[in-house]
């Protein structure tokens, strides 16, 4: 009977290899595979040692002051879209001075909702944005600085929908 501590395979290491293609005789350019011949071109030692994954790209830098002003800006637009909602709400006393046959309340109903309404769905495409973009380390303050100015548009657009009910 064997040893339990013997190997079940008594075979070199060395006969494991993979074998490398052949190389063209005119290529001037070194391959990847030169990298390799010249790094294992040692004993049976080296060639146990397992091969190291290729280096990831080192990721950029965090720029926490855009960070910082993405942050500030991401918490004003958040008070900018209460504050549109809010004003949006108001807008229904334009129907005041409307008679029952004067205006067309469909129309004043559909701009006092995205005046109410845009807002929060433009500060959250913002959030997330910036989310976005502070996760893969990019330039993110410029989102809510368009986000911003969009609010306002879409407000504006809901505003005169109102205005032309009257």
């Known amino acids: 009977m064997s040893d339990p501590k013997d190997p079940v395979f008594r075979m070199d290491p060395s006969s494991f290899r993979v074998q490398e293609p052949e ?10 595979t030169d990298a390799a011949d010249e790094g294992a071109a040692g004993d049976s030692a080296e060639s146990a040692t397992p091969v190291a994954p290729r280096p990831r790209k080192p990721r950029r830098p965090l720029r926490w002051a855009d960070l910082i002003v993405s942050i500030v800006l991401l918490l004003l637009l ?9 004003f949006g709400a108001f807008l229904t006393f334009a129907s005041d001075s409307c008679s029952p046959t004067g205006c067309n309340f469909n129309v004043m109903t559909i701009g006092i909702w995205v005046a109410v309404l845009s807002p929060w769905v433009v500060y959250l495409v913002a959030l997330a944005g910036s ?6 380390r990019r330039i ?3 989102i809510p600085i368009t986000a911003f100015v969009l609010m306002i548009a879409l407000w504006l657009i809901g505003a005169v929908l109102v205005w032309a009910g009257t």
């Open 78 to 86: 958040a008070a900018a879209a209460v504050t549109a909602s809010v």
């Open 23 to 32: 190389r063209a005789e005119h290529a001037d350019v070194p391959s990847e």
């Open 140 to 142: 993110s303050f410029w």
């Open 131 to 136: 989310i976005v973009m502070i996760v893969l």
